[in-house]
């Protein structure tokens, strides 16, 4: 695995560690956006562990679908990308709420955790699942 995407999935993990943080406090929007940078950096740190070019997005069906195109498209689902994308903006400013129960609340904290866990769980699976000399060379390339 390269040093960069190591880097990322940490930042996605503290993200979502963050998440069930402020969940169990009711601060459900930081919460949410700390669920949708987790899947964004997840999705990010795959990304660049596959060499492909970095694209600035918070677009979690952008990255989604830039994966698919290498294959890797089972990480989430068009419904599952959709609900990440609508809390992006909702989750940071008070501009009206995207949120399909256009509030934030403990159901959709813990629907949009789960999500982000599993991503998280099948991009481990994926890079575990790599031959090593796959994953050995360094960044010095980037």
Not at 6 to 29: D, P, Q
Not at 58 to 86: K, P, V, W
Request: hydrophobic share 40%; proline share 2%; aromatic share 6%.
């Amino acid at each position: 695995m390269k040093d960069s995407t190591a880097k990322w999935i940490a930042f996605a993990e503290e993200n979502l560690g963050c998440a069930r943080l402020v969940a169990e406090s009711e601060y459900y929007n930081a919460a949410l956006q700390n669920v949708q940078q987790a899947v964004e950096k997840a999705l990010k740190a795959l990304v660049i562990e596959r060499g492909l070019d970095f694209c600035k997005t918070h677009s979690i069906q952008q990255l989604r679908d830039m994966l698919a195109d290498e294959g890797l498209g089972d990480f989430l689902t068009d419904e599952q990308c959709e609900l990440l994308d609508s809390i992006y903006l909702s989750s940071k400013y008070p501009l009206g709420s995207a949120l399909p129960a256009s509030e934030a609340d403990a159901d959709i904290c813990r629907k949009c955790t789960q999500i982000a866990e599993t991503v998280l769980q099948k991009l481990h699976r994926f890079l575990d699942e790599r031959p090593q000399d796959e994953g050995a060379e360094s960044d010095l390339a980037e």
